[in-house]
């Protein structure tokens, strides 16, 4: 159980230090980079649309396939790249857009433009997008406490628990790869955890 719940984080991957091959791997004696560093983990991306446009593109792959395939004159290596990717960006270069307190002092083109440095692709890969206001100043400094880490941190390793339970048949049908979470059940016929049949039947 505790093996499901070593989540490693990659925190805070600076565009401004990053480059190609420490995003992805690669150099003349191929190294894994943060995508192979942060497998079975979280990699945060954050400002996502500072990053080079082309390093973001390549992690369609590893995305995809979880793994990081690096080709050079002596041979492939391909590393794993099982991460879950947690990014953040502006709405905009100012960061206003949208705001319904302070004007947006960027011009439309601007706005669209650097919306647009995040591929269509890549947002297709990324499942859940979240608009996530700004919280006035009052609300952050106020006296209610939210709920304690603990109690969300037992509601995960119950979830996990459960999907550990029912996950249990289905490693063994897929071999070298633990199912840990939902996203994993892709690697394997989808029928051993959910056929369509039990659905139709949960529904009627
Ligand atoms: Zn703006």
Redesign the pocket.
């Known amino acids: 159980m505790a093996e499901s719940l070593s989540i490693q984080m990659r925190g805070l991957v600076d565009q401004n230090t990053i480059v190609h091959a420490g995003l992805v791997g690669g150099g003349r004696v191929p190294r894994p980079g943060e995508t192979s560093l942060a497998h079975r983990g979280v990699l945060f991306l954050d400002e996502l649309p500072e990053f080079d446009q082309r390093s973001l593109e390549v992690l369609r792959q590893p995305l995809e396939d979880k793994i990081v395939t690096i080709s050079r004159a002596a041979g492939t290596l391909t590393f794993p790249a099982n991460f879950q990717l947690v990014a953040a960006m502006?709405?905009?270069?100012?960061?206003?857009?949208g705001d319904p307190t302070k004007e947006?002092?960027?011009a439309p083109s601007?706005?669209t433009r650097?919306q647009k440095r995040i591929s269509g692709p890549l947002l297709d890969r990324i499942d859940i997008h979240i608009e996530v206001p700004r919280v006035p100043y009052e609300k952050l400094t106020g006296e209610r406490v939210g709920e304690p880490s603990s109690v969300v941190s037992a509601r995960v390793q119950a979830a996990r628990e459960r999907q550990h339970t029912r996950f249990a048949s289905h490693d063994a049908v897929i071999s070298n790869s633990r199912v840990v979470c939902n996203a994993d059940t892709r690697s394997g016929p989808p029928t051993c955890v959910c056929s369509a049949s039990s659905i139709r039947r949960d529904n009627h």
């Open positions: 502006n709405p905009c270069p100012c960061g206003y857009y947006c002092s960027c601007m706005v650097y």
